[in-house]
């Protein structure tokens, strides 16, 4: 047995972080009742977590952009797996089109410029432990819809409690960094950092390198993007590589 639209479009709205408050709770209460709903959820948070892991760090980044291609594929009926092939298929474009966009920069900005021009947001993905949890999903909606206001309270507490939850650190990290409170940002990415987490210390030192690039402590900035770039197996060598030649001109 299939879940229906209405099922599936609270599903791709929760996982954009799209559901207000009101409609949230009631989605909560909803998967608890149906495990039909809540299988097919933790399925596609398995496909989004794998994407966040192990994909191209460059399909994470326009994830919201490619949902937007997803929701126009829904029109016609099929069931969830068709609409999760068509999400890898749509991903899969994405990343075609940032290859052939790679070069259209500008010349010779400054480091605002520079800033803007190589950072994006971390993508704070639900994932399955969230999903029943109102505090954590609060703190997801919140944050994929910018109000980094209200997401930063939360954050921050559930930190208190889970002090080595590094994809909330990271989320807590860029929040603080869109509300200027650099400083405090710092001091988050270097705690990741320092930890030695292998999976998540290359997200980190990104950006905490952008961070230094933003507060315009660029021998700082340099040298972590030189370790980033020395090393080809992570996901940010490429933008390092590129970024520290721009810095260098």
């Not at 326009?62 to 949902?67: A, D």
């Not at 069931?79 to 966009?101: P, T």
């Amino acid at each position: 047995m299939n879940i229906d639209d209405r099922q599936q479009d609270l599903i791709d709205r929760f996982l954009q972080g799209s559901l207000d408050r009101a409609e949230l709770d009631r989605f909560l209460l909803e998967i608890e009742k149906n495990s039909i709903l809540k299988k097919e959820l933790q399925n596609q948070q398995e496909i989004m977590e794998g994407i966040e892991f192990h994909g191209n760090k460059n399909l994470r980044q326009r994830f919201s952009k490619i949902s937007e291609e997803v929701k126009k594929e829904r029109k016609s009926k099929g069931s969830s797996n068709g609409k999760i092939i068509r999400f890898i298929l749509v991903s899969a474009a994405a990343i075609a089109l940032l290859v052939m966009v790679s070069n259209l920069f500008f010349q010779n900005p400054d480091s605002k410029d520079l800033y803007a021009q190589f950072y994006t947001p971390y993508q704070f993905s639900n994932d399955r432990s969230s999903s029943l949890n109102k505090e954590t999903a609060a703190a997801h909606q919140f944050y994929n819809k910018q109000d980094y206001t209200q997401a930063i309270p939360i954050l921050k507490t559930i930190l208190e409690t889970q002090p080595n939850n590094t994809r909330t650190q990271l989320a807590y990290g860029n929040a603080l960094m869109h509300t200027d409170q650099d400083d405090l940002a710092i001091l988050e990415f270097q705690k990741i950092i320092n930890r030695k987490d292998n999976l998540y210390s290359d997200q980190a030192k990104w950006f905490l390198a952008l961070v230094y690039l933003k507060t315009e402590k660029l021998e700082s900035s340099k040298s972590l993007l030189q370790q980033l770039s020395e090393d080809t197996k992570t996901d940010f060598h490429k933008e390092a590589k590129e970024l520290l030649s721009k810095l260098s001109d």
